[in-house]
């Protein structure tokens, strides 16, 4: 049983190059969600998907895109990347609009 | 400014005894609590929820309070376990009109000392 699947799980860039960090869950959820999580500042929401088709700013959008590719898959895209955007990076998946998310293991992403 | 603290970042407790990890919110409209578990290198896992209708919710070792009219709840754990050692966040739903569009606390580790 899977749950929420991340990769890469670790990402070293140069600052200006662009990644996109892949997600997927195969419990049937609708909602989708990216966060980022820096020292002493907890989980922040970066970008989320109420339902396959919508996607929605969340707390620190700036500087990401994102894509539902369909119900199981939320890509994050960085496009030029910085060294603000250190971080580590976890998608996170719902039932929609109700109840505890459920969080993949993490994208720890370096950029110098 | 944080709608959602946790002011203790670490707390210590002895194997046995009563752990209680606190968390202060601003936001009246937040109304569905959760908190969360994180092991290093692992995402975040959900451990207990209260809604905000309720001021107790319990399962098993864990408690959650909720005290509405002092926007805080805490979460206690008894018998604290050696396992239990790890990083817990509090999380709060702003559900009117906004989803499920969790806010976090900045986290509170504790340790179980065996």
């Known amino acids: 049983n899977a749950g929420v699947t991340q990769t890469p799980k670790f990402q070293v860039l140069k600052t200006g190059q662009s990644m996109t960090l892949q997600c997927a869950q195969d419990m049937n959820h609708n909602s989708m969600y990216w966060y980022r999580q820096d020292p002493g500042m907890g989980l922040r929401l970066i970008y989320y998907s109420a339902s396959e088709g919508t996607t929605d700013k969340g707390e620190v959008p700036n500087g990401y895109n994102v894509s539902r590719l369909n119900k199981r898959e939320f890509s994050l895209r960085l496009e030029s990347a910085a060294p603000s955007q250190t971080s580590v990076y976890f998608c996170a998946s719902s039932v929609q609009g109700e109840g505890p998310q459920h969080f993949g293991d993490g994208t720890r992403l370096s950029i110098l | 400014d944080q709608q959602v603290k946790q002011n203790s970042p670490s707390l210590s407790v002895q194997e046995g005894r009563i752990s209680i990890l606190n968390c202060d919110y601003t936001?009246?409209?937040?109304?569905?609590f959760l908190w969360y578990k994180k092991y290093p290198a692992e995402g975040p896992t959900f451990l207990i929820s209260?809604?905000?209708?309720?001021d107790k919710n319990e399962d098993g070792r864990f408690t959650v309070f909720l005290n509405k009219s002092a926007k805080h709840l805490s979460l206690h754990i008894v018998p604290s376990q050696p396992g239990d050692s790890a990083v817990y966040f509090c999380a709060a739903n702003p559900r009117f009109g906004y989803g499920n569009k969790l806010v976090f606390g900045a986290g509170t580790i504790l340790r179980v000392k065996s």
């Open positions: 209260i809604s905000s209708i309720k």
């Open positions: 936001n009246s409209m937040f109304d569905y």
